[in-house]
């Protein structure tokens, strides 16, 4: 342990003696660490003390501690500072009351800028798709059965559209990658990412996935979007942006400002992502809850709530404003969905989806289906993106740009050869009734426009009259409208006894799509350009259900009872998502959301809840993966697995903690603060009063980046020519070139500068801190680093930390640290003196006020008391006066 510049060590104890001290008994501790060791398999033959690892374990377990070193944590614990209390004990109820109405404004400004940003995405990719599609069946239809010159305009659009995207990536952000929601969730959990939230991000991520979209890449716009969400209300709440020049002003700018409400906000702005991509605001606000947020949050739900139906009435506003050429009059709202094929009225889903009872065996199937098809994706994945990272890295910024070119181009000659090379097959006899959609629907997903004389989801490319494409129809039209085919085609069409839904889509064709955009899938996701993974996953789960709700069709058989082929491409299309992320709850109001499948959630939840389970019997979700795969210390919700909360029941805080720590005094030499600064690489440090490591009393602790930024203010500062003298310079002290400074800090009464202190500490408002060698020079220059001037953190440190006994369960601290965002713990063994004690009751509004009723009353009669007692002795001086004179 170091205290200021001096070096203090911990008595190091041998391994035995301190089994012997433990207050369970060497037994105890054996038994203890058994099932510990137990679970990484250690071999009783090399075992020591019943507490070892398998060198391979521990080399795996060092590994990933020299990735987290890499991260730095957030602290969401508020500094109980004298500073702070003494700025929040005098603001004014009107200050109070203007924060809780703009927490319900900014969520409603940031869902409004959702659905603004996610209606001009929209149109991009419209505009994107539209051109590639409808130029390569332009060259086709001109071409007669050539290929060259098709097949040259398929590839040659999907590669220039794939430079813009993979070049945002490469060269403006590679934050921007993949759908973001890894690094949104580490974010959210307490671990910072440098330029995640930036609006350089932001432009690159939303830029990229219209163009990744518009390439043909396997890929959806849900994941980024969630990403971008996160971007703009971080920004909304802040009220400011670096990039764009802007900084809001004035006596409440800097209301939200501060770490604790820029991550609420960012988790608010991920539900209007969501919903704004998918058009479901309630599965939006139970994505953030579920799969963002680290604890649920009331606070957060309902600004979510309120966020998400802002967020997607503005964008079903805007659609249907450019519908009716913004004749607002005739825009008719919540008539179509994000995954719809037809109109709610034209598709009647209240008569389109059932199930009957005996199926819920078949629906488990499909829900173990999906489970092991998501088990196998990301098994396959992470082995890619590890050859990734050793053949490709982040560093090289042109290979990475290479491959995105290359699976962009692989992609388009993969689907164009199986288009090309596919069976015609004669256009359906209801092909009127089947044809039947809902242009809001087009608009509003961005799908290409269909050409006059040609059918929309009949294409018939290379095929003769009155005949089309069984592979291109759903290999040559974007992914998103692939999957509304899937599950809604034929919804028009009464199929009942006679088994047509079961003929729309042969078995081939889905199986052919099935296998090329699962394996195109695992191959494009994590590769350097914005992609997402619901769309994708979605697609390849409402294929597997349908061919599995053909292959039942034909074994029950069509004259006996019909099988509903929509619902087992939704309950596939569930099964899949879930089995691939292991979200539940979310996940079954999203598809149920964006289907209208509403009588399916019974089904839906099944299969989702069975997927989940059969999934983590092999790996975790795609999105935990890629964290633990970037080495960042996320901490999971306690007792999700049974071998982590064995461990941190059995260990205590004790058995891991640092013992070398460095501690300062409350009052230390500057020169002596830049020095420590300087020689460790701490974040936090402990506050102690005593010299001696046995008599150090736990006063408080400070941050590395509050001790900065007073340095870089000149906050605390003050001379002290006492110590001055003691090392041999009282004449330098006594003529310092600092005579402004006090002999002691003080804090200004004035609101206003205490305001502006506190400003100068945040960096959210003041921007970051300068290096520590600029600092130095500085200070040099100036002569502050002269012996008389001192710094005192009395006023600026955490005043109350959390500190645990070393006997403390590890579970306790786990759980401390996940649920009040904690940074780090003090462990110490404090023996405080009991003055009290507090229950639930006590912190009740109620309680408060009668407590502090009577406290109030009880000066007001201290103070009439010592008035009444001061009245006395002025009449008794007074009679004394008088006789005296009398």
Known sequence: MRRGSKQYQLAANDEDDELETMPFG???????????????????????????FHLKEEEHHLEALQKMNAFECKDYDVND???????????????????????????IVIGILMGFTAFVVDIGIEWLVTFRYERTKSEIRSGGDGVALPL?????????????????????????????????????NGVRMKNLLHVKTLVAKLCGIMFSIGAGLIAGKEGPFVHGGAIVGSGVSAMA???????????????????????????????????????????GALFTIEEGCSFYSTFVFWR?????????????????????????????????????????????????????????????????LGGLMGALFIHLNVKITMWRRRHIPVSNKMRRF???????????????????????????????????????????????????????????????????????????????????MIVHLGETVDCEGTGCQAEIFPSASLFLFLVVVYLLMTLTYGVSAPTGLFVPSLAVGAAMGHLVGQILQSSVGVDKITINMHTYSILGAAASL????????????????????????????????????????????????????????????????????????????????????????????????????????????????????SKMVIEGSISRTILMKMLEHRLGLYNDRGAAAVEGEAERATTGAHEDLKDAYTLPLDQRRRRHIQSQLEPRIDGDPLSLELLEFELNQQGYLESHVFVDMTSFMQQNPFVLSPETSLSRAYHLFRTM??????????????????????????????????????????????????????????????????
């Open 26 to 52: 060497r037994d105890a501790a054996s038994t203890k660490y058994a099932d510990v060791d137990a679970l990484y398999g250690s071999d009783e033959n090399h075992a020591r003390g019943g507490a070892t």
């Open 81 to 107: 500072s004298i500073l702070n209390k003494l700025t929040n004990s005098v603001k004014s109820k009107k200050e109070y009351n203007l924060r809780e109405a703009l927490c319900w404004l900014l969520p």
């Open 152 to 188: 040259f305009t398929f590839v040659s659009v999907s590669a220039l559209f794939t430079c813009v995207a993979g070049g945002l990536v490469a060269f403006v952000e590679p934050l921007a990658a993949g759908s973001g929601i890894p690094e949104v969730k580490t974010y959210l």
């Open 241 to 283: 942006s670096k990039a764009l020049g802007w900084k809001l002003k004035g006596k409440y700018a800097n209301l939200f400002r501060n770490d604790v409400d820029h991550r609420e906000f960012t988790a608010i702005g991920t539900a209007a992502g969501v919903a704004t991509a998918f058009g479901a605001p309630i599965g």
């Open 304 to 368: 979510c709530f309120i966020a998400t139906c802002s967020g997607v009435l503005t964008l079903h506003g805007l659609v249907e404003a450019r519908h009716t050429m913004f004749d607002v009059s005739l825009a008719k709202l919540g008539n179509h969905r994000d995954f719809g094929l037809y109109s709610d009225g034209d598709a009647n889903y209240g008569a389109t989806f059932w199930y009957y009872v005996w199926e819920f065996p078949v629906f488990v199937l499909v829900g173990i």
């Open 402 to 484: 290479y491959e995105v070119v290359a699976i962009a181009v692989l992609t388009s000659i993969i689907l164009f050869s199986f288009a090309r090379s596919s069976p015609c097959r004669a256009l359906p006899a209801d092909v009127a009734v089947e044809e039947k959609f809902n242009e809001e629907e087009a608009d509003l997903s961005g799908e290409d426009a269909v050409s006059e004389g040609e059918h929309r989801y009949f294409p018939q490319l290379w095929c003769e009259e009155g005949k089309y494409s069984v592979y291109g129809q759903l290999l040559m039209v974007p992914l998103s409208e692939a999957l509304r």
């Open 578 to 693: 879930g089995g691939a992320t292991r979200m539940t709850l979310s996940i079954a109001v999203l598809v149920m959301e964006t289907t209208g499948a509403m009588q399916l959630i019974v089904p839906i939840m099944l299969v989702i809840f069975v997927s989940k389970i059969v999934g983590d019997f092999f790996n975790e979700g795609i999105y935990d993966t890629h964290i633990h795969i970037r080495g960042a210390p996320l901490l999971e919700e306690s007792g999700l697995s049974s071998s982590h909360r064995m461990i941190t029941e059995k260990v205590t805080i004790g058995d891991v903690a640092k013992k070398e720590l460095v501690v300062l005094p409350s009052r230390i030499q500057l020169r002596s603060l830049v020095e420590v600064l300087k020689n460790c690489s701490h974040n936090s440090f402990p506050i102690v009063n005593g010299a001696e490591m």
């Open 821 to 886: 965002g904690l940074r780090y713990l003090l462990v110490g063994h404090a023996q405080p003196v009991v003055s009290g004690i507090i229950t639930r009751k006590d912190l009740t509004e109620e309680h408060i006020k009668i407590s502090i009723g009577k406290k109030v009353r009880r000066r007001l009669r201290q103070r009439d008391d010592r008035q009444d007692g001061m009245d006395d002795k002025e009449l008794e001086a007074a009679g004394g006066t008088g006789s005296g004179s009398e």
